[in-house]
C-alpha cells in the first residue's frame, strides 16, 4: 500500500462519501452494514479514490439516520460490530485506502446515558450542566426560553416533565428533539470527546469529518434570532441554484448559534491531540460558513486541515458564476494555506446530477419530491453532473464524491409518502420533503434482488424500478457509462498531479465556457445549452477525457474536455 506517512496525502485527496446503510447490505436485512462495505472495497479500489469517510455508525436509535448517537465509543448493532469495523479498516489500508469517520459534537442522541442521567436530575445539577436547560418565561415558564427554530422545522426547545409529573426545564435542540445540544462550556463535555477522538485513532482511523463544525458554541444569553426567511438550514445562503447572493448567517453577524469564535478553541485543542499521532491525521469540518474568507478560518494552520466548500457545491452550472467561486476558493484557503476542496453531491443535499437541473429555488435540506417545482429533466441533469464532476477533479486540492455519484444516479423523487423517514418530512408537517431521496440503496447488479444491495430484495427505503442501467455492473468496462468517466477522470488526476497543480484561466473562448489549465492538462467546459467553438490550438490537441459531445472545433452543450496543454 502506499505509505501512510505521506506528507499532507489530504491536500490532493479524492474522498469517497460512504452512507453505510445505504452502501452494502451484507446480512440481508434491508439496512447496510460494515461488513457489507468491506465486501464491496476492491470496487473503491477499481474507483481510485483516496480514502473512505464513513457517515455515523455508531450506536444510535437511528431517529436521525445516525446523527443522533447514544454511545461515541461502539458500532450501533445494525451495522455490526467493532470487529468488523477493524477488519473494514485493516482491508481498507491494505488497498492504500484511508479511513475517516463521522464525529457528531454538537448533540447525543436524548438516549445517551448523560441525558438520561440529566433528565433525571434536578434543575441546576451538574448532569444537567452537560447540556443546555433553561427555565421557560411566561407566568409559568410555559413559554420557550428564546425563539429559536429548530434546522428541521419548529422550535428548537422542549420541556421536560419532572418526576412529580409537573412541567419542568426546556433543553435545547438544533436539530430533532432527540438531538438535544451538548454545552461546550463544560468541561466534562470537552474531555469525554478527546477520549471519543482517542478511541477512534487507537484503532487506526485516519481522520474525522466532523459534524456541524459551526456548530457547538451558543452565543452568550442565548439571545432571540429570526432568520431570513430565504436562509438555508444550516446557516448558508439557502439558495442552491446560487442565483441569489449568499447570506453572511453566522457569528457576530447572524445567527446565535452558528459560527461563534469559540468553535476554534475546540478545534486547536483536537489539532494537537491528533498531532500525538503518526500518519498525519486529519479533521474535515462540515461548515456550512459564508463567505469563504470566513470558512478559511476553519482551517487556519493550527485547526483543521480540510472544510467542505459549500458554496462550490451552490454554485449554479453557469461559466461566469464558476469562475467566481474558484477563484474566491483558491484566495481564501491559499491564504491560511489550506487546500481548497471541491465537492457537488453528499447525503444532505439534493444529488447534483437532478440538482443542477432543478429550475426551481431548492434550499439546501428541503429536498424534492413530485409536487416540488421546477422538476429536473433526468438526461439534462446527468448531462450537466458529467460535465461538472469532470470539471471539478481537475480542479487542484482535495475533492469529496458521494456514493452512487460515479453511477451517475438521480434523486429518487417519487419516493412513497409512507416510506420517507427524515425527521425534515414530519417535524414540517411533510412540507418539506427532506433528504431521503439521496440516501436510497445503491445498484450493483441489474436484475438482482435489490440489485445486489443485498441478496434478499430488502432496503430500508425502496428503490425505483428502472435503476438496472444504474448499476456498476452494467457499467464497469462500458465506453462512455458515467463510473468509466470518473474511473479515467481519476487516474488521470493521478498521472498528472492535478490535485497538487495550479491554475491558470485561459481567454479566447465563448461567454459560456470556463478553460483554464492545470500543469500539462487544458479543461475546456461548456455551460451553455448549444455547441461552443474550441479556438486554436486547443482544437488540435489531444484529447485526454471528455464527459460528452466534442469534434475538435467543437464542444457540446453541458459538456467538459480535457485536452494535453499545447
Known amino acids: 500500500m502506499n505509505s501512510r506517512n505521506s506528507s499532507e496525502w489530504w491536500r490532493s485527496a479524492v474522498i469517497y462519501q460512504i452512507y ?7 446480512n440481508g436485512d434491508g439496512i447496510g452494514d460494515l461488513p457489507g462495505i468491506t465486501s464491496r472495497l476492491s470496487a473503491l479500489k477499481s474507483l481510485g479514490i483516496d480514502a473512505i469517510w464513513l457517515s455515523p455508525f455508531m ?8 446523527y443522533d448517537v447514544a454511545d461515541y465509543c461502539d458500532v450501533d448493532p445494525i451495522f455490526g460490530s467493532l470487529s468488523d469495523f477493524d477488519a473494514m479498516t485493516t482491508k481498507a489500508h491494505d488497498y492504500g485506502i484511508r479511513v475517516i469517520v463521522d464525529l457528531v459534537p454538537n448533540h447525543s442522541s436524548d438516549a445517551h446515558p448523560w441525558f ?7 434543575p441546576g445539577s451538574p448532569e444537567r450542566g452537560r447540556y443546555i436547560f433553561r427555565d421557560g418565561t411566561g407566568e409559568n415558564g410555559e413559554i420557550e426560553p428564546n425563539n429559536w427554530q429548530s434546522v428541521f422545522g419548529g422550535p428548537a426547545w422542549t420541556r421536560t416533565t419532572d418526576a412529580d409529573g409537573t412541567p419542568g426545564q426546556w433543553y435545547l435542540h438544533i436539530f430533532d428533539t432527540s438531538q438535544p445540544d451538548f454545552d461546550w462550556t463544560n468541561d466534562e ?31 452568550d444569553g442565548l439571545p432571540d434570532y429570526t432568520p431570513p426567511a430565504e436562509g438555508g438550514s444550516m446557516g448558508g445562503s439557502g439558495t442552491p441554484l446560487g442565483l441569489e447572493p449568499a447570506i453572511d448567517d453566522i457569528g457576530e453577524d447572524g445567527a446565535p448559534y452558528w459560527g461563534q469564535e469559540g468553535v476554534h478553541d475546540i478545534y486547536r485543542d483536537w489539532h494537537t491531540l491528533l498531532e500525538e499521532y503518526e500518519g498525519d491525521r ?3 469540518a462540515e461548515a456550512w460558513v459564508e463567505p469563504l474568507s470566513k470558512m478559511a478560518k476553519w482551517v487556519r494552520p493550527d485547526e483543521m486541515q480540510q472544510a467542505f466548500n459549500f458554496p462550490y457545491l451552490e454554485t449554479p452550472w453557469q461559466a461566469s458564476a464558476l469562475r467566481a467561486v474558484i477563484d474566491e476558493s483558491l484566495e481564501a484557503f491559499s491564504a491560511v494555506d489550506a487546500p481548497s476542496t471541491w465537492v457537488l453531491s453528499n447525503h444532505d443535499v439534493v444529488r447534483h446530477a437532478s440538482r443542477l437541473a432543478v429550475t426551481a429555488e431548492n434550499p ?17 441533469g446527468l448531462r450537466r453532473a458529467r460535465a461538472a464532476t469532470a470539471l471539478m477533479l481537475a480542479l487542484p486540492g482535495g475533492a469529496y464524491l458521494y456514493q452512487g455519484e460515479e453511477l451517475g444516479l438521480p434523486e429518487v423523487i417519487d419516493l412513497p409518502d409512507e416510506a420517507r423517514q427524515d425527521p425534515t418530512w414530519f417535524r414540517t408537517d411533510r412540507e418539506r420533503y427532506g433528504r431521503d431521496g439521496c440516501r436510497v440503496p445503491i445498484p450493483w447488479e441489474a436484475g438482482t434482488p435489490a440489485y445486489g444491495f443485498n441478496t434478499t430484495g430488502a432496503a430500508w427505503l425502496p428503490q425505483p424500478a428502472d435503476w438496472d442501467g444504474y448499476a456498476r455492473a452494467s457499467q464497469v468496462g462500458v465506453e462512455g457509462s458515467t463510473l468509466e468517466l470518473y474511473r479515467e477522470a481519476l487516474r488521470i488526476r493521478r498521472e498528472h498531479g492535478l490535485g497538487l497543480g495550479s491554475l491558470s484561466w485561459v ?30 490550438p486547443f482544437a488540435s490537441a489531444e484529447v485526454l477525457l471528455s464527459s460528452g459531445a466534442v469534434d475538435g472545433s467543437t464542444i457540446g452543450a453541458d459538456t467538459t474536455v480535457w485536452v494535453l496543454t499545447p
Open 20 to 26: 453505510p446503510r445505504s452502501f452494502a447490505d451484507a
Open 59 to 66: 450506536t444510535s436509535p437511528q431517529k436521525d439516520a445516525g
Open 116 to 122: 438520561q442521567a440529566a433528565l433525571a436530575a434536578a
Open 189 to 219: 463535555v470537552r474531555e469525554m470527546f478527546r477520549g471519543v477522538l482517542r478511541f477512534w485513532l487507537d484503532r487506526g482511523v485516519d481522520g474525522f469529518r466532523v459534524d456541524v463544525a459551526h456548530g457547538m458554541i451558543k452565543a
Open 282 to 284: 486529519v479533521l474535515c
Open 364 to 380: 439546501q435540506g428541503h429536498g424534492i419530491g413530485p409536487k416540488s417545482p421546477g422538476q429536473p429533466i433526468r438526461e439534462t
Open 507 to 536: 481567454d479566447g473562448f465563448e461567454e459560456s465556457v470556463v478553460a483554464f489549465s492545470n500543469g500539462a492538462v487544458t479543461v475546456i467546459a461548456n455551460t451553455g445549452s448549444t455547441i461552443a467553438a474550441i479556438p486554436e
